[in-house]
C-alpha cells in the first residue's frame, strides 16, 4: 500500500473509503483534518453521503409488480405461437436441405461426414438448451421482476 503525502490532496475514492469506514486511523485523520480545511471535500462528502443514503433506501417488493394485460397475452399467445412457427419452419427447411442433400450427386462418404458434423452439432445444441432448462427450472431468481 503506497503511504500518501500529508498535504496531498484527497482523492473521490479516498472520500468514500472515509465514508464507509474502509480507512485505518492515519488514513482517517488526514482526511479529517482535510475536511476542516475544504468546504469543498465537505460539500463533495456530503453529496456522497446523500447518493449512499438514496442507495441505501432502494427497496425492491417483487409484491408490489403488477402483471398487466400485454403479459399475460405474451405468456398465453405470442410465445406459443411463436415457438410453433420458428419449429415448424426449421422442421421444413430442415427436411427440404435433408432431401435435396440426400438426392444430390454427391459422394456417400462425404455425405456421411457431412451428416455426422451436422447431426454432433445438433446434439451440442440440444444439450446447451437442455441443460439451460434444467437450470432455469432451479433458479431462485427466474420470478424476479425489473
Known sequence: M????????????ELMRYLDGEMGPEESS???????RSTELQRELALFRSLKTDIQGLHF???TYRVSVWDRVNDHVNRPIGWVL???????WMTY????????AISPWEKLATGAIAIGI???FASVIWERYRE?????YKDVYR
Open 97 to 104: 436441405g435433408a432431401y435435396v442433400f440426400a438426392t444430390s
Open 61 to 63: 417488493h417483487p409484491a
Open 122 to 124: 445438433l446434439m451440442l
Open 2 to 13: 503506497e503511504t500518501r503525502q500529508p498535504d496531498s490532496p484527497i482523492t473521490s475514492d
Open 86 to 92: 420458428i419449429v415448424a419452419g426449421l422442421v421444413i
Open 30 to 36: 488526514r482526511v479529517d483534518s482535510a475536511l476542516e
Open 136 to 140: 432455469w427450472e432451479t433458479d431462485p
